[in-house]
């Protein structure tokens, strides 16, 4: 079965910077578009990043546009998120997702099929 697992999470104060791993497992990595959502208390998951499965494109939240950035290994089955600049607002945990259908590309949850269990992100002084 497919499985997602992230790691990299952790306290970290306003502007500094840490990078979220998620390695994959059970699927032909290399087909799959990958994306990043994230869920704050008391607020609903939200789309954060998604990289095509070529890794030739990137979109972005306008929320960490410039600040974040998303890529890939196909050859060791990893997705990456480097948080730059990071927020109070990005606290938040962080799943690692990929799609029902292989080549397909989309920025809504609702077509997200696998998750990772998440890992927490907390950015406080």
């Known amino acids: 079965q497919v499985q997602l697992v992230e790691s990299g999470g952790g306290l970290v104060q306003p502007g500094e910077s840490l990078r979220l791993s998620c390695t994959a497992s059970?699927?032909?990595?290399?087909?799959?578009?990958m994306a990043w959502f994230r869920q704050a208390p008391g607020k609903e998951r939200e789309f954060v990043a998604v990289?095509?499965?070529?890794?030739?494109?990137?979109y972005y939240a306008d929320s960490v546009k410039g600040r974040f950035t998303i890529s890939r290994e196909n050859d060791k089955n990893v997705v990456e998120l480097q948080m730059n600049s990071l927020k109070p607002e990005d606290t938040a945990v962080y799943y690692c997702?990929?799609?029902?259908?292989?080549?397909?590309?989309?920025?809504?949850?609702?077509?997200?099929?696998?998750w990772g269990r998440g890992t927490q992100v907390t950015v406080s002084s």
């Open positions: 997702a990929a799609p029902g259908e292989a080549e397909s590309l989309s920025v809504g949850r609702s077509q997200y099929a696998y």
């Open positions: 059970g699927l032909t990595f290399s087909r799959y578009s």
């Open positions: 990289i095509t499965w070529s890794g030739t494109s990137t």
